[in-house]
Every structure is written in C-alpha cells, then in structure tokens.
C-alpha cells in the first residue's frame, strides 16, 4: 500500500508497508480460472519463445556454414542471436505479464518462489508449463526444418570446447542472477509505487538483461540462464552432448536464483531487520 502524505500543504515521501507474502500452499488457486489460464499464458510465451530463439539460432549457422561457401562473417552473428532472445523476452513478458506474471523462466519462477512471491503450487505449475512450451516450441522448428535442425545441433546448449565445467557452471549462475536480480528491481512494488511509470517499462531491462548475458556467455555455454529453454532443445535433439552437460543449465540458474533472490529480500529490502524490527516492538508492548 502506498500514499502520498500531506504535510503542511505540500506532499511528502509516499508511505508504503509491504504486501504479506504469498501463502507457501494455495490450494484455493486450483479452483480458480485466472490460475489455469496464467499456467496456460506461461505454456504459450514459452512455446514462443523457444520458436523464435531456435530459428534465429539455426538460422545463423546455416548462413555461416563453409559447407556451403557462406561467408563466415555473415548472418545475424552473436549480436543478432543475443537480440533475439533478449526482444522475445521483453514482448512476451510485456504481453504475459498482466496475466501471470510473466516468468517464462524456471529459474525466475523459483526466486519468486523464495521470495515468497509465490506460492508452491504455482511455482510447481508454471515450471512444468514452461518445460512443456519449451519442448513443444522446439518441436515445431523440427517439424519445419528437421534436416537444418539435425545438422546445426537444433539449438541445444551445451559447454564449449576450451571451457571447463566450472567456467561454465560459473557462467550460469552469474547470468541468472544478473537476471533474476533484474527480475526483482523492476517489479518492486515499493519501487512500483513511488515511479509510476516503472510497471510499463520492467519488461524492457528485463529483456535487456537477459540481451547482455547472451553476449557474454554465447561463447561459453550458448546460454542457458532458463532451464525449460536448456531441457526443451535436448528432449528434442536429443544428443549425447548436450545431455552430458545439461545439469549445468538446472544447478547454475537455480543457484544464480537463490542468491539474487537472497540479495534482493535480506540485503536491498532488509527483509530479516524489518522482521526482527517488527519482533521487537511486538514484545515491548
């Protein structure tokens, strides 16, 4: 809740108390419509997303591709790889994020999840929602283009030769986190009552966000940073590869997660001090 205060004919600070954290079970929530249709808004940004991102993947190698005398340097490149996850994330989260909240992410929907912004049973959902559009998505760029698919690794993430697993471990959690962290500014509902214009804009860092990741870590780990996006290209393909390394893209986000999560609600919020404070006074009365 949050106001604006008059004080001497001039308005001060906005007061603001922070709403009460989501129930840990909601059963209730599975009686009700807005439920299933948030689960299926979170199945459809997905299968979406992983369209779009696996197509412009493809794409780029199939530009590049010597085989072919391509030019090496053509094509979308990094940057145009980067720019399609990271627009796909800004307009479907600007287009989900009335109706669910616009996660399309295990990783996010887990930090919201211990942030007590959600509650269990809709954090259970919304995960297999997302792994299921991720594997529906992906499929249907194999359907359409099964040969491209087969020869230019269908999108899967995998570690890049050169790496070790611990760079690329690393590289997942700090990706996630810069993500997740993201996440948490731009929905801050303190933040969201004293700027009014910051719900409209949250989905453009977001996207942003997850853009400038990609660029850092394409090289290492094709970026997973979202493991339903991880998990969907190596159903579909797969492969031994990307199988042998996909519990980096599970472990990484989830624990890139957990600590933005942490950083957010204890350090930046001061969760814990404003508990204990509210212990305190409590006791004194």
Not at 101 to 116: K, Y
Not at 225 to 252: E, L, M, T
Request: with cysteine; hydrophobic share 45%; aromatic share 12%.
């Amino acid at each position: 809740m949050a106001k604006d205060v008059e004080v001497g004919g001039e308005f001060q600070a906005k007061d603001y108390h922070d709403p009460p954290p989501a129930p840990l079970v909601d059963g209730e929530e599975l009686t009700k419509w807005s439920f299933y249709r948030a689960v299926i808004a979170e199945f459809i940004a997905t299968l979406l997303f992983l369209y779009i991102t696996v197509l412009t993947v493809i794409g780029y190698k199939s530009q590049v591709d010597p085989d072919k005398g391509s030019d090496e340097c053509g094509g979308v490149g990094i940057l145009g790889i980067a720019w399609a996850f990271g627009g796909m994330i800004f307009i479907l989260v600007y287009c989900t994020a009335g109706i669910s909240g616009g996660h399309i992410n295990p990783a996010v929907t887990f930090g919201l999840f211990l942030a007590r912004k959600v509650s269990l049973v809709r954090a259970i959902f919304y995960m297999t929602a997302q792994c299921l559009g991720a594997i529906c998505g992906c499929g249907l760029v194999k359907a359409f283009q099964k040969s491209y698919y087969n020869k230019y690794g269908g999108g899967a993430n995998s570690l890049a030769d050169g790496y070790s697993t611990g760079t690329g471990l690393a590289a997942e959690i700090i990706g996630t986190f810069v993500l997740v962290y993201t996440v948490f500014s731009a929905t801050d509902p303190k933040r969201n009552a004293r700027d009014s214009h910051i719900p409209v804009l949250a989905p453009l860092p977001i996207g942003f966000a997850v853009f400038m990741v990609h660029l850092a870590t394409i090289p290492i780990t094709g970026t997973g940073i979202n493991p339903a996006r991880s998990f969907g290209a190596a159903v579909i393909y797969n492969q031994d590869k990307p199988w042998d390394d996909h519990w980096i893209f599970w472990v990484g986000p989830f624990i890139g997660a957990a600590i933005a999560a942490i950083y957010h609600q204890f350090i930046l919020r001061a969760a814990a001090v404003k508990a204990l404070g509210s212990f305190r006074s409590s006791s004194a009365m």
